[in-house]
Every structure is written in structure tokens, then in C-alpha cells.
């Protein structure tokens, strides 16, 4: 196990809902990544965050947002929910060491079905 | 524009044979290249990483990676293919120029046959 834990498990929510996510890190690791993985492709980047703040965003609309807190716990919070958001999301934390090498563990993710 | 390609949606193999799960990859500059496994309703699970030195890299369960510069590859590799080695295996590489993203690729399923 990676240390990193998700919640809810699956979620059902309908088009135009609100959804927030939760992504507990591991302890020391003060950079956290979401990713959206569409059925049957790989993950796409949401975007990422280091101390508290966004520092760099994948090609998501701005209905995607995020938080992270000083406990190592973040949130993805997507608006106006529509039917192509049905993805498993998934984050990931780092150490965020300098020079980009640190390695990201992946929590088991969050099933998001939007009818 | 960085990119990670795997050209085969499905490897099949049987078990005690080597196996082979190829990458190949499009950076600009050297590149920092990872692999992960997925298991069914999991999340990605940690193999390897390339970012310099040696060009075989050696990771978790037995597998390993060679990186070939000129052929831009990062194929996956294993002496002796295990049926629980059955899962969705990814290529991601990470951009040097903005250290915050990375891109994987479509992801190959390899299938252990016993």
C-alpha cells in the first residue's frame, strides 16, 4: 500500500451537481496530483499542488478546482458536473523534491458516475 | 509537445516466459520516464523510473527497463512472466520543462497465460 487513501470509494451524482473529492497523503509529502482516468485510457493530468498552492494544470475547464491543506490532506471540487466526468479520479503525493525526480504515489481512487 | 506512445493495447504471454511491454516516448531534452501497474478497481502502483545513469533500470517485482536514447524506448521487461503479473501497465514520462506534469500513455494489458 501507498499511504495515500481516497473517499468516498464510488460516487453517483447527476448532471449540473456539485462533487467533492478527498485525497489523504502521505505524512511529509507536501505535493499532491489529480488525475482523471476515463474508462479504458490513461490518466490525464488535472493539475497539481505544492504547499497549499496550484502550481501547474493539465487542460481542464475551471469547474475543476482544487484545495490542499497543511495535513496532507487535498480536495477536487468539480461544478456543473456533466456526463463526460464519469471517470475514475485518482491523486497521487510526492515529496516534490527539486529537478522533478521524485516519484508519485497513487491513492485507489474515486468511481464518479454522472447520470 | 510531450508524449508517451504504447503501440500494443493487449501483450499476451505464458507463464516462465520472458515478456516484453513497450514504450516509446517524445520529450524535449532528457527525459524522466516511469512505469505503473493497475489491478483491477486499483489505483497505479509504483515500478520504476528512469532518470539517469545505468540505461537498465531494475524495479519492484522482478521487472525491469531499458532506456534507448536513440530509439527514444523504455520497454518493460521480465525474465519469467508470472500470472499475477496479469494487470494494465503504464508509460508516463514527466516534462523537464514544467516538472508538474506528466503524461501517460494508453495503457497495454498484459494477459499470463498458465
Known amino acids: 500500500e501507498t499511504g495515500v487513501t481516497q473517499s468516498p470509494t464510488h460516487l453517483i451524482k447527476t448532471r449540473g451537481q456539485q462533487v467533492t473529492l478527498r485525497c489523504s497523503s502521505q505524512?511529509?509529502?507536501?505535493?499532491v496530483s489529480w488525475y482523471q482516468q476515463a474508462l479504458g485510457q490513461g490518466p490525464q493530468f488535472i493539475f497539481q499542488y505544492y504547499r497549499e498552492e496550484e502550481n501547474g494544470r493539465g487542460n481542464f475547464p475551471p469547474r475543476f478546482s482544487g484545495l490542499q491543506f497543511p495535513n496532507y490532506s487535498s480536495e477536487l471540487n468539480v461544478n456543473a458536473l456533466e456526463l463526460d466526468d464519469s471517470a475514475l479520479y485518482l491523486c497521487?503525493?510526492?515529496?516534490?523534491?527539486?529537478?522533478?525526480?521524485?516519484?508519485?504515489?497513487f491513492g485507489p481512487g474515486t468511481r464518479l458516475t454522472v447520470l | 509537445a510531450q508524449s508517451v506512445a504504447q503501440p500494443e493495447d493487449q501483450v499476451n504471454v505464458a507463464e516462465g516466459n520472458p515478456l516484453t511491454v513497450k514504450c516509446t516516448y517524445s520529450?524535449?531534452?532528457?527525459?524522466?520516464l516511469f512505469w505503473y501497474v493497475q489491478y483491477p478497481n486499483r489505483g497505479l502502483q509504483f515500478l520504476l523510473k528512469?532518470?539517469?545513469?545505468?540505461?537498465l533500470v531494475k524495479g519492484s517485482y522482478g521487472f525491469e527497463a531499458e532506456f534507448n536514447k536513440s530509439q527514444t524506448s523504455f520497454h518493460l521487461k521480465k525474465p519469467s512472466a508470472l500470472v499475477s503479473d496479469s494487470a494494465l501497465y503504464f508509460c508516463?514520462?514527466?516534462?523537464?520543462?514544467?516538472?508538474?506534469?506528466?503524461?501517460f500513455g494508453s495503457g497495454t494489458k498484459l494477459n499470463v497465460k498458465p
Open positions: 528512469y532518470i539517469t545513469g545505468d540505461n
Open positions: 520529450v524535449s531534452g532528457n527525459p524522466y
Open positions: 505524512s511529509g509529502h507536501n505535493t
Open positions: 508516463a514520462v514527466r516534462d523537464m520543462r514544467n516538472f508538474n506534469k506528466f503524461y
Open positions: 497521487a503525493s510526492s515529496l516534490g523534491t527539486s529537478g522533478g525526480t521524485d516519484t508519485q504515489y
